[in-house]
DNA sequence: TGCTCGTTCGCACGACTTGCGAACACTCAC
DNA sequence: GTGAGTGTTCGCAAGTCGTGCGAACGAGCA
């Protein structure tokens, strides 16, 4: 995602007002890397703009997707993650606590894939599930916040 | 996903029973490389069981999912996909048609990845989003089938 | 056959997201 | 600076997908 100040250009270039909502989100999202939920969105706008509706945000968080400026991610279960990174990458995700970072692969040109039967593949994706390093050093059973589904295979 | 009968003999094991609504079920997902969500389940077996309820379709999926019996996936967008193949293996997904066929993947231990920070990853899932063969003879823009959400990087 | 306990099924509810439209406010022309 | 005009905001209803609940039911066993 391009800086708060490229978006408010782009903005008013296609035509689109430059509102304080959407200014306030511009900030929130501008190198953030927790990939966060429309709902986390939410909770963090508010504290600073109390006013600020949870619909305003996923409109906001639409436009900025069909812009290109962000990426909506959504792994098994759970609300869809928004990530202001749209370079090519993928994701390790945590099935405890739902944590999510970037994950650059090396090699996915290598695989040999089959069958594949006419199917004609545009994106890889590659998610690692597994455990975070903060819930890797607590007991395997401990929860407190409800996981993400983790495929059986 | 084992045999039918070999699926009776499992619940029964287990101390529970084996209702006409469970054999049809088993019936119908065994071999079933379809990836069928709860809703084409329920509307497969209405045909054959017109009494049957969507909530006995995924209270059973539920059931043989705890078993280790089935596996849900879920891609992107759109309800839970159910996959009696628990063997280790990935997806291709059609994002036009929402068609799911199953594909080997070699090479995954060669991958390369970094930063992990700690981060113990136990299980690597791969989608390869694209155009599947029937999809790909069309126009790139027709479309009668709501598409599947196709990460953007 | 009859008892018992797991199952089925309809309905209400929950989580997440989108449709809708009236009130509102950013832009720009003047 | 002001006003007109168009895009935006926001609350609420509705939609989709899935789950909790409990009364009626029926599979399995003595
Ligand atoms: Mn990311
Ligand atoms: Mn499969
Ligand atoms: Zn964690
Ligand atoms: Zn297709």
Known sequence: MRTPTELTEAFRARGLKVTPQRQLLFRLLHGNTQHPTAEALFATASAEMPGISLRTVYQTLADLASMGELQQVAFGSGPTRFDPNVDEHHHVVCDRCG???????????????????????????????????????????????PPINQPTS
């Open 99 to 145: 944590a999510v970072r970037d994950v650059w692969v090396d090699g996915i040109a290598d695989l040999r894939m089959a069958p594949l039967d006419g199917f004609e593949p545009s994106v890889t994706e590659i998610v690692l599930h597994g455990r975070c390093a903060a819930c890797a050093a607590t007991e395997p059973t401990a929860s407190t916040v």
